[in-house]
């Protein structure tokens, strides 16, 4: 199984190639208005010479339009991503398995947790939260980051109800809790979301994140 690194740009939206047009026919305006001024400026006549005041309004005047053109450039890009375009950049996403943070389903498979314990710690204890955030189980890890399984069994070995489970790990030195930090897992990708303007994944399971919480990518067993 090839675990690769997410390329985070591919979820943004990119402006068509001829967005850029606006802008190169600002730049090449502006540069033809800078080149009449001059001209307008070399032959004046010296007995009733131009008011400066006359080119700072031109100048301002000009400016003003640019940057109206340019924002009207970056509202149709915006547009462009909330009618979908964020989203068909992320497609191939889909049925893969994202590495995060978030809650995992749990459906009576073990699930692979990722631990990062604290460096110089003695000791290491994986904490297990239900949906609602409550502590259901801990137990000793290995200090290292090596990936454990969690089996989703009780002390008496009764499997725990099916649901969403997140988890921690607790680092200790000399009887200390020195550090605690969210133990990823890998997810499956089910949906992508356009909301608010950002590109949301949903997870088998139910669970929301963006983009940006996706560390690692590899293909769904």
Excluded: C
């Excluded at 001059?38 to 006549?45: E, G, I, L, S, W």
């Excluded at 969690?150 to 200390?176: C, D």
């Amino acid at each position: 199984m090839t675990v690769t690194e997410p390329n985070f740009s591919a979820a943004t939206t990119q402006p068509p190639a001829t967005a850029v047009k606006p802008k190169s026919v600002i730049s090449s305006d502006f540069e033809t208005f800078l080149q009449m001024l001059t001209t307008q400026a070399r032959y004046q006549d010296p007995l009733e010479p131009i008011d400066s005041s006359e080119y700072s309004a031109q100048l301002a005047q000009f400016s003003m339009v640019e940057q109206q053109v340019l924002s009207n450039d970056l509202l149709t890009a915006l547009s462009a991503q909330l009618s979908g375009g964020g989203i068909s950049q992320i497609a191939s996403w889909i049925g893969m398995e994202a590495r995060t943070s978030a809650p995992a389903e749990f459906n009576g498979t073990p699930i692979t947790v990722l631990p990062t314990p604290a460096a110089g710690a003695d000791r290491a204890e994986l904490v297990t939260y239900n949906a609602q955030g409550a502590e259901v189980q801990r137990g000793l890890i290995p200090v290292s980051d090596e990936p454990v399984q969690w089996a989703g069994l009780s002390s008496t070995g009764a499997a725990f109800p099916s649901g969403n489970y997140s988890f921690k790990v607790e680092s200790f030195k000399a009887g200390e809790l020195i550090n605690e930090t969210e133990a990823a897992t890998y997810s499956r990708i089910t949906e992508a979301r356009i909301e608010e303007g950002s590109t949301h994944l949903i997870l088998a399971g139910g669970s929301k994140i963006s983009t940006t919480d996706v560390t690692a990518l590899r293909e769904a067993d």
